[in-house]
């Protein structure tokens, strides 16, 4: 089991836990670009799938720049990779937000591992990076999606009519997020 010490220590994942992240390495190319090739149909509508070389090298130097704090969720048992986070457009100062964007990859879908997954983002969010809100823009029939957040505590903040162009159409979404304080409060409920 690989566990990136700037993330997680795999002593204090939760009893039971299926699932760590990582920060994504070059030699994770392979397998990532294969795994997002694998997920175009899941994808559809909702994200554009990486599957250029060079744009996942960038995307690596971004992470290892602390520009984006990308995250593999990866494994326990196998160390594959099943889906990525990535805690973009990190803002300091008086708002210490960030943006939340994931995808689970085939043929990992519906096994429930981003609803394990997002518990551990969180701590990345509130304790390592110490934010104090993070968003999710979610297309309103995106379900899955809405769940996800829902389970983890995020509150719905508003509805953005044509907010983001995703494969060529500007595309309604709910703003869904979570402050420190909500974190708080859901943890000790825990
Ligand atoms: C959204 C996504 C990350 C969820 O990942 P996942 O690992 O399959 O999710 P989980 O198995 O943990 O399930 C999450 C929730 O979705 C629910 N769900 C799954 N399929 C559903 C469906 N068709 N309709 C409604 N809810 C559904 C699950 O029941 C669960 O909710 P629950 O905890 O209330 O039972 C995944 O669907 C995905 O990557 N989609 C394509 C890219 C995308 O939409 N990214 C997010 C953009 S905002």
């Given at each position: ?29 392979a ?16 994200a ?6 060079r ?82 823009n ?47 409060d859901?943890?000790r409920?825990?």
């Amino acid at each position: 089991m690989v566990i990136d010490p700037l993330q997680l220590d795999g002593r204090r994942l939760p009893h039971g836990s299926r699932v760590y992240l990582r920060r994504p390495m070059l030699r994770d190319r392979a397998e990532f670009l294969a795994r997002q090739a694998a997920s175009r149909r899941l994808f559809r509508g909702r994200a554009a799938p990486l599957t250029d070389p060079r744009v996942f090298a960038a995307y690596v130097r971004r992470v290892h720049q602390g520009l984006t704090a990308g995250l593999l969720v990866c494994r326990i048992e196998d160390d594959a990779i099943v889906g990525c986070v990535n805690l973009s457009q990190i803002v300091r100062g008086p708002f210490q937000s960030a943006y939340m964007g994931y995808q689970v990859f085939e043929p990992f879908a519906n096994q429930r591992y981003m609803s394990e997954a997002l518990p551990l983002v969180l701590t990345v969010v509130f304790r390592h990076l110490k934010l104090h809100r993070v968003e999710a823009n979610i297309q309103p029939e995106n379900l899955p999606s809405i769940s996800l957040v829902t389970g983890a505590g995020f509150r719905r903040e508003g509805y953005s009519p044509r907010y983001l162009k995703i494969a060529g159409r500007w595309r309604d979404h709910e703003r869904w997020a979570m402050t420190a304080e909500t974190y708080r409060d859901v943890s000790r409920s825990r």
